[in-house]
């Protein structure tokens, strides 16, 4: 089974399986049907992502920030190993409302979740 990544505005699919919210603020007109879990653990700090919004840091600083983040949380290393054994019988679909491209933590949490 697969990890995939998917804009959160995006309509649901089959093929998305266990759809899963990595926000830190759950979007209002998002149904509570349309997804499987909201794991705002996953989302990076507030601090970290407004100091990537506002430029005071770049990609690169973000990225390890983030890292740094899902590393050294318990809470959101668990989260992690939960969605790396689901992944295993089902495909998992990450959501967030950034638009496509490399430069959202999704991408960086699907990484983290392949690792093992």
Known sequence: MTIKTKRVYENSEASDGYRVVVMRHRPRFLKKGSYNRWMQELSPSAPL???YLTRMIDWDAFTSGYNKEMKS??????????????SKVTDVTLLCHEKDGENCH???LKNLIDLE
């Open 106 to 108: 999704r991408y960086l």
């Open 49 to 51: 992502l407004k100091s």
């Open 73 to 86: 949380n318990p809470v959101s290393q668990q989260a992690i190993r939960e969605l790396r054994q689901k």
